[in-house]
């Protein structure tokens, strides 16, 4: 077995080379047929070795294994019915055994070692090739020669079966003899208790696991894990769930471990935040409940009660039959059994009560050990009295079968029926009876059959075929939950203050541990999710950091926290994408892809991440049609997509559904054929016949309408002469333009002399003796800048021209003053500041300022403007 970098498996199997990329497995055979005994991953390359034959096995564009031999390289040797049995690279070479020989193969050419002793295996320890020769102990390569190593007497005789470096010191296994330490130059035995084990059992293969931690494969007892700090180790083997217990070989990544057997590959998880309990001969059953009392973990199944002594299961005698229920209450275990209710103790199990089918008891609040249980017939009262006795009543008033109940007061008890719903059942104060039941069947109450009753955090919530819902104390009736609104379909098995477990009531059977908010985990392991009990299974929280999950043929024991640990350490590794395939072609990702039409109806694109097991994908398609969705599988299928280009990028996720980064490739759907090259041109000549005959008719219709057309010549000369009359009109227009424009300008420089004029007065204030006479002249200036027959004859101009410009801007804007109307002519004149300041006989930085002004009454934008707005207007 060999595993490359991205995870993929290749095994050496009696048909050919298996691969298995995470998703599926795939066979190739050798040209010849025969078996493969041995396989390497080398960079991008596969070496296997079989029957005088050996080579390397690589991927093409569509991901395909070719295989590519290498005997022929092979000068001036024959093989003697050679198998090679293992493959070893070092440095820049790959070396090829058999038992009779090795072959060197540096990339060009090979070199072969023939030496006389038989050779059992061989490793790469301190920079030499160290070769097991037959019966005669360890060797060294040198110059294409085995050299004998110093001390090897514990070796002679002794079959070497496989070699590990350990601690920087080899260890070197044999068949039935153990394990020996050799540090270079002394061969010494191997002292653990393990060691005896291993000749028993006889060693096969061995595999470092860590720092401490080494695997023995056994041929005859399956898997040895040995830790070397403590001297412990566990056993993987038939009886723990191996098909058989012959290992072959041994393969670790990422926590991984394969173990090829005798028949069948085998993989096992180190370091697994969940362990299994399996019971392979059939006598527990299917697993209800569990408890631990006075430190033995007990188990109530559907054949009896069962405990653990050590790491063995016992029967709990006179325990035979269905059991629903286990629990400790006021110091007992009680167990509720389909005979009745019992007390189990240390020798035996005592009835407490002969009323038959013990679902479940729960404390009455508020009591002192005073619990109410449901039963195939009713509800029973058990109180315990101080003499340690137990008093069981049965309450009046209510005879049909009760699973599950849970109190809303400590006189009001919420009951379900397995098949009829539920109940609000009202107690009297010594619950000897019930005084009153209700029944809700409003429109969008929940479902009679199956329905799940919980007391959460003072809230009455039900469960029923897949929904969720809560009772209104105030309103007397029931409504949807809507906390519970993204669990739809889901189980609640366990909840406490905090967090929520939820399991998928249909599809993979997925676990969820949440607290509603951030904190989300699933667990999808597949032993777990195959071996639920459906309807029947649940968490027993033991403690902060462990719980169980009840089996069908056993339970699941979770560490918590190191679940959640392993969760956030996990770097999600981006999923590979091997070939995509439409209804007839598979297509290289690495190409560029174009699909006909015709066979694009169904397109399954393979992703595969075999880093993980039992990975699940989140993926996203944009295009003409889209989707984003969670992918259980890597066969992502799409059906009738419309044609057009598309990007499809899928992600890994994980347990707490986050997603890796995605891979990405485009792909392109050619047009249907109606909308092809081949098409276009068809619609293309199909449009130059119409045209040829619209033209044909159209001649037809020409002698037809000679005499409209005599007719529009005639209008259409009156519509000349009027045009040459709109013409002279609009010429006369830009002569009084002109001439509007030449009088404004006069008036402007008259008036721009005259304030010069003021000016250069106003300068020479003091050289006049007669002030009367100074202002006379200053006043007769400003009657002439402010003479308003200037502006009549600008204004009768202007309306001329622009005969209506006055009353629109006025009925617009009627807050316009005579003023703002003198400068919006000006700037409908295209007049600039300069221009405007003599004829209005201020500033320019006035003109300014009464610009602005004016944009503030024309709520205009500062961005608009001004004279562009008003020409236009």
């Known amino acids: 077995m060999s595993v490359n970098t991205n995870g993929e498996l290749f095994v050496a199997n009696n048909k050919g080379l298996l691969h298995f990329n995470g998703e599926q497995w795939n066979l190739n055979k050798l040209p010849n047929n025969t078996i493969i005994r041995s396989v390497e991953s080398v960079g991008d390359r596969i070496y296997t070795g079989s029957y005088e034959e050996f080579g390397y096995w690589k991927k093409n564009r569509l991901g395909e294994l070719e295989y590519a031999s290498l005997t022929h390289l092979i000068k001036d040797h024959e093989f003697t019915s050679e198998e090679f049995w293992e493959i070893l690279p070092v440095n820049d070479k790959v070396l090829f055994r058999s038992f009779s020989s090795i072959y060197s193969y540096d990339g060009n050419k090979i070199k072969v070692v023939d030496p006389p002793q038989v050779i059992s295996d061989f490793i790469e320890y301190n920079d030499r090739i160290i070769v097991a020769g037959g019966l005669s102990g360890l060797f060294v390569l040198k110059n294409d020669e085995l050299v004998p190593l110093p001390n090897q007497e514990l070796l002679q005789g002794k079959t070497v079966t496989d070699m590990v470096v350990f601690k920087d010191k080899l260890l070197v296994g044999t068949k039935l003899s153990g394990c ?95 362990m299994y309990y399996t019971d392979y001969s059939g006598t527990l059953g299917m697993v209800y409940d569990m408890a631990t009392y006075r430190d033995k973990l007990y188990l109530g199944s559907n054949t009896g009660v069962f405990y653990f002594e050590g790491n063995t299961l016992k029967f709990v005698d006179g325990s035979q039959g269905h059991v629903w229920d286990l629990t400790e209450i006021e110091g007992d275990l009680l167990c509720g059994h389909n005979t009745g209710t019992y007390k189990v103790e240390e020798n035996g199990f005592k009835l407490l009560t002969s009323l038959s089918g013990g679902y479940e008891i729960i404390k009455v609040p508020d009591q002192n050990a005073t619990y109410i249980q449901g039963t195939y017939n009713g509800l029973v009262k058990f109180r315990k009295h101080q003499n340690g006795e137990w008093e069981i009543t049965r309450i009046a008033g209510i005879d049909f079968p009760i699973k599950q109940l849970c109190f809303e007061t400590p006189s009001i008890l919420w009951v379900a029926h397995p098949y009829k719903g539920f109940y609000r059942i009202h107690l009297d104060d010594d619950y000897q009876q019930v005084e009153q039941t209700q029944r809700f069947n409003q429109e969008g109450a929940p479902s009679e059959y199956n329905v799940q009753v919980y007391n959460i955090k003072n809230q009455i919530v039900f469960s029923s075929e897949g929904k969720w819902y809560k009772y209104n104390p105030i309103e007397d009736r029931i409504v949807p939950f809507d906390e519970f609104s993204d669990y739809k ?77 392993q969760s956030d350490q996990l770097a999600l590794p981006v999923p590979d994408i091997t070939v995509l395939k439409d209804q007839k072609s598979t297509y290289s990702v690495k190409d560029v892809i174009e699909i006909p039409y015709k066979n694009s109806q169904s397109i399954i694109i393979e992703v595969s991440c075999p880093e993980i097991i039992e990975s699940r994908y989140y993926y996203e398609l944009e295009g003409p049609k889209e989707y984003t969705q969670y992918a259980d599988n890597g066969f992502i299928n799409f059906q009738n997509l419309p044609h057009g280009e598309y990007s499809f990028k899928v992600s890994t996720a994980g347990m707490d559904n986050k997603i890796s980064a995605p891979n990405v490739i485009n792909f392109e759907i050619s047009p249907p054929w109606y909308l092809s090259t081949i098409s276009m041109i068809f619609y293309g000549i199909c449009a130059v016949l119409v045209v040829i005959a619209v033209r044909a008719y159209n001649r037809r219709k020409f002698t037809r309408k000679q005499k409209e057309l005599e007719e529009q010549m005639y209008k259409e000369q009156q519509e000349r002469l009027a045009t040459l009359e709109k013409e002279k009109l609009a010429k006369e227009v830009r002569l009084k333009q002109n001439e509007l424009a030449s009088t404004t300008l006069n008036i402007a420089k008259k008036n721009e002399m005259i304030l010069e004029l003021k000016n250069m007065l106003l300068m020479n204030k003091d050289k006049f003796s007669n002030s009367q006479r100074y202002r006379s002249f200053i006043k007769k200036l400003n009657n002439s800048i402010q003479d308003t027959e200037d502006w009549k004859r600008f204004e009768v101009n202007f309306k001329e021209l622009h005969e209506d410009f006055f009353e629109r801007l006025l009925k617009e804007y009627p807050s316009l003053t005579p003023k703002d109307l003198k400068l919006c ?41 001004l004279s562009n707005f008003l020409i236009t207007f």
Do not use: C
């Not at 249909?506 to 949440?514: A, D, L, Q, V, W």
């Open 180 to 274: 020996y330490l050799f540090d270079g130059t002394r061969l010494q035995p191997w002292t653990p208790d393990i060691n005896e084990e291993l000749k028993l059992h006889q060693l096969n293969k061995m595999l470092l696991l860590g720092k401490d931690e080494i695997g023995f494969g056994t041929i005859k007892n399956g898997m040895y894990l040995f830790n070397a700090g403590t001297q412990a180790y566990q056993i993987l083997n038939r009886e723990s769930g191996l098909q058989n217990n012959t290992v072959l070989s041994m393969l670790l990544f990422n926590d991984h471990l394969w173990l090829g057997l005798d028949n069948g590959i085998a993989r096992a998880k180190l370091n697994n935040s969940i």
């Open 489 to 565: 379909n889901k189980e609640l098995l366990f909840f406490d203050d905090s967090h929520f477990w939820f399991v998928d009531g249909e599809g993979r059977k997925s676990i969820i541990y949440t607290d509603l908010k951030k904190d989300s985990l699933m667990i999808t392991d597949l032993p777990l999710r195959e071996r639920l009990i459906p309807d029947s299974q649940q968490i027993i929280k033991m403690n902060d950091s462990t719980s169980y999950i009840t089996l069908s043929d056993g339970f699941a024991k979770v560490n918590d926290s190191k679940l959640q640990s």
């Open 825 to 865: 002519a000006y700037l409908k004149m295209n007049l600039s500041s300069k221009e405007i300041a003599p004829l209005m006989a201020i500033s320019i930085r006035g003109v300014e300022i009464h610009r602005y002004r004016l944009r503030k009454k024309l709520k205009m934008d500062s961005s608009e403007n």
